[in-house]
C-alpha cells in the first residue's frame, strides 16, 4: 500500500493513501487525511495510517461500503475460526452474489429493505430457497460482528424473515438395509471405516482424522478429538472440532472393535510391504503409503458398495442419521444419542429425528398404561 504527503499550508500537511481497486466496481479507491505539524510528524502519521489499514485497525464506520466490511469480516473473524472449506464458501458467496447486490451501499446505511431486495432478486434469478437461506445465515451472521465490533448499533438482518425451506425428507437405511450394507463390505478395503461410520455416527471430517491414539479397544471407546478437511490444492489439515460438545467419547460395540483390531493387523502388514514409503500419520484410516483416506475415493467405494447390494443410493453422511434413527427407534434415550452425535443441545437432536418421535411417544404411553395396570391395547380387527 502506497501514500503520499502534500503540504496544503504552513503546518498543515494533506496525506493521501492508495487503497486499490474496489473488489465491485473496480473504481481505484483513496484515502485522505489533513494532518498539523512538521513534515516528520506527517511521514509518521501515514505510516501509522498505512499501518492500520493494512491491520485491519482504521475502519472507519460512517464511510466503509458493505463490500469493504464483508472482505475484513471474512479476513478478521472467517478464516481464522472457520474450517478451510468453510471459509472457501464464504468468501465464494460473498464474491459472487453478496457483494454485486449490496457491496456497494454504506455499511451504516444498509437496511432490511437492501437485503429483502437482494433475496428477491436471487430467488427471482432461480436460485432455490435453501440456497438464498444461506446467503440470508451468512449476511446475518457477518453483520451480527459489526455491532459486537460497534460499527452498526442494530443488525439490518434480523429484521428480515428469511426464505422459507421444504425440509427434505431424510434418507436412512432400515435395519435390514443396514445389515445387507455391512455384510457387503465385509472383507473389503473399506469395511473398517464404513461399519466404523454406521456404528459410531461419526462425521466425515471426524471418521477421517480418527487416530490410534483416539481409541482404547480393550474399553471399547473412542474420542473425538480431530477433524480432517480439505484445503486448496488437494491437501489436508488437522482442526480441532467445531464445538466443545463434538469433542466426545463415543461407546463401541464388540463387533465393531473386532473389526478395528482387524484394521490394525492390516495396516502393519501395509507398512511392512512399503518399508520407508510409510507415513506415520497414526490415522486409522489410510490410503496404502499411510496417507489419509481421501474423500471422494470413499464416498464412490460407499456408493459401489450400495449398488452391489441393491440398495438405494444415499449419501455417506446418511450412514450418521441410520445410527441415530435406529437408536431413537430401539428406544435409547434422546439424550444419549445426542451425546454420541456430538448436537450441542439435545433440542437439535430432537428437532432432526423428528420423525421417529411420533412412534416413540404411541410406545411410551402404552408402556406407561402397563405400569400402572392396564391392559394393552387392542386393536379390533374390523368385521
Not at 123 to 133: F, I, K, M, N, R
Not at 292 to 311: I, V, Y
Not at 356 to 367: D, I, K, S
Amino acid at each position: 500500500m502506497r501514500g503520499s504527503i502534500r503540504r496544503r499550508s504552513k503546518g498543515t500537511w494533506e496525506l493521501t493513501i492508495d487503497l486499490g481497486r474496489d473488489p465491485v466496481s473496480g473504481h481505484r479507491q483513496w484515502r485522505y487525511a489533513n494532518v498539523k505539524g512538521t513534515r516528520r510528524d506527517a511521514e509518521r502519521a501515514l505510516t501509522a495510517r498505512i499501518h492500520a489499514i493494512e491491520t485491519g485497525t482504521d475502519i472507519d464506520a460512517p464511510k466503509i461500503t458493505t463490500a469493504e466490511y464483508l472482505q475484513r469480516w471474512l479476513r478478521d473473524y472467517a478464516k481464522p475460526d472457520v474450517a478451510p472449506r468453510t471459509y472457501e464458501r464464504y468468501a465464494e458467496i460473498v464474491a459472487r452474489h453478496v457483494a454485486p447486490k449490496l457491496g456497494m451501499v454504506t455499511l451504516s446505511q444498509l437496511r432490511p429493505a437492501h437485503i429483502v431486495a437482494a433475496e428477491r432478486e436471487w430467488q427471482d434469478a432461480g436460485l432455490s430457497p435453501s440456497t438464498v437461506l444461506k446467503f440470508h445465515r451468512l449476511i446475518r451472521e457477518a453483520l451480527h460482528h459489526a455491532v459486537r465490533w460497534q460499527l452498526l448499533a442494530v443488525n439490518p438482518a434480523d429484521a428480515v424473515t428469511p426464505p422459507r425451506v421444504e425440509r427434505r425428507e431424510m434418507s436412512v437405511l432400515s435395519p435390514a438395509q443396514a445389515a445387507a450394507l455391512l455384510a457387503q463390505a465385509r472383507g473389503t478395503e473399506f469395511d473398517a471405516p464404513i461399519t466404523t461410520a454406521l456404528y459410531s455416527g461419526l462425521r466425515l471430517g471426524e471418521l477421517r482424522g480418527l487416530r490410534w491414539g483416539d481409541l482404547d479397544l480393550d474399553s471399547g471407546r473412542l474420542s473425538v478429538q480431530q477433524t480432517l478437511q480439505k484445503v486448496p490444492g488437494g491437501g489436508v489439515v488437522a482442526r480441532q472440532p467445531k464445538t466443545h460438545r463434538s469433542r466426545r467419547n463415543v461407546s463401541l460395540p464388540a463387533v465393531l472393535v473386532d473389526v478395528l483390531r482387524q484394521q490394525r493387523r492390516h495396516q502393519v502388514e501395509a507398512r511392512l510391504l512399503v518399508g520407508d514409503a510409510w507415513e506415520a500419520t497414526d490415522l486409522v484410516f489410510t490410503d496404502a503409503l499411510g496417507r489419509p483416506l481421501s474423500e471422494t475415493r470413499l464416498r464412490w467405494a460407499f456408493w459401489r458398495l450400495l449398488r452391489e447390494a441393491g440398495l438405494p443410493r444415499i449419501r455417506l453422511h446418511d450412514l450418521r442419521h441410520t445410527m441415530a434413527t435406529l437408536m431413537l427407534a430401539a428406544g435409547e434415550h434422546p439424550k444419549v444419542v445426542s451425546e454420541r452425535l456430538g448436537h450441542s443441545t439435545v433440542s437439535i437432536t430432537l428437532d432432526t429425528y423428528s420423525h421417529v418421535l411420533p412412534g416413540l411417544q404411541e410406545a411410551a404411553a402404552e408402556r406407561l398404561a402397563v405400569t400402572l395396570g392396564a391392559s394393552p391395547m387392542v386393536v379390533a380387527e374390523p368385521g
